[in-house]
């Protein structure tokens, strides 16, 4: 549940960082790296481990291209909405199984990945036209890329969480330099006039989500039966919903609600029919 509570405010920090201030998302991102390098950054000088290519790949689908469009997305998208979206990490992961893995889901997990699309469809969708939330589809666009890191983990093979935090952290750092320098600008304004907000999204996004959060649910997820774990994911959308609420003044768009309606229960189906550690995705973001 704190994992979870960490989570979906990370939602709302960013939203609030990106969204009330003129704060670039690459530029957020690569502070929010250099941030968790201050605290990890001797685990780089650890053994690699056998597939490291393979572990880059990984770090840049979870963590350059996942927060580029994530924080991209966070800058007029709501943290509840945002929230929502994350949870179709858990049945795009288990449909990219059946490609990279080979994995069965059966007719149930695959009716509730199907439901869970249509769930997704009718958020991005802008009443009043044939046109999308654009901002949401990045958002989307975000998590389709965590998942796809998420099953790619599973090929590197076991690593010590601190190993795979360091390396990614000091790809998102390079990446999400390099963009920041290549399409953003006043960087040097933006710390100057709006330090406050960027530091404090990047720090708890640093501290309580990618070291504190990933961490205690590796372990959990070594501890206790993945059947157990992964379905009480679904908390985050809950706590993001309820901070969005209070801290931001948010609406629950009807598009919102529906789409919630139709996704949070596909994918609890889809995380409660996970039979090992082997066929559950093992990672969370933002």
């Not at 720090?203 to 990933?214: D, K, L, P, Q, T």
Request: aromatic share 12%; net charge positive; glycine share 8%.
């Amino acid at each position: 549940m704190t994992c979870c509570l960490f989570w979906g405010g990370n939602f709302v920090v960013g939203a609030w960082a990106l969204g009330n201030n003129p704060v670039p998302p690459f530029m957020l991102a690569a502070v929010r790296a250099a941030i968790v390098l201050v605290f990890m950054g001797v685990f780089l000088f650890k053994p690699l481990p056998e597939k490291f290519g393979l572990l880059l790949i990984v770090g840049l689908c979870v963590g350059a291209i996942h927060l580029g469009f994530l924080y991209t997305g966070l800058q007029t998208a709501s943290a509840s909405g945002t929230s929502i979206l994350s949870q179709t990490m858990i049945p795009l992961a288990t449909l990219m199984s059946v490609f990279f893995l080979k994995e069965k889901i059966g007719r149930i997990r695959t009716g509730a990945i199907v439901a869970a699309f249509i769930g997704v469809c009718i958020m991005v969708y802008e009443p009043g036209g044939l046109s999308l939330d654009i901002n949401l589809v990045y958002i989307f666009i975000a998590y389709v890329s965590l998942a796809l890191g998420s099953v790619l983990m599973r090929k590197v093979g076991n690593i010590d969480w601190r190993i795979y935090v360091s390396w990614m952290s000091l790809l998102l750092l390079l990446a999400s330099g390099a963009a920041s320098i290549l399409f953003e600008s006043g960087q040097v304004t933006t710390f100057k006039e709006d330090g406050v907000p960027l530091i404090i999204a990047a720090a708890y996004g640093a501290v309580f989500v990618s070291i504190f959060s990933h961490g205690q649910y590796f372990r959990l997820l070594q501890s206790y039966d993945v059947a157990v774990i992964v379905p009480l994911t679904i908390m985050t959308t809950v706590f993001a919903t309820i901070l969005g609420i209070l801290l931001l003044d948010e609406t629950l768009e009807p598009r919102y609600i529906i789409g919630a309606a139709i996704i949070l229960p596909c994918v609890y189906v889809i995380a409660r029919r996970q039979k090992s550690s082997k066929s559950a995705p093992k990672m969370m973001e933002s």
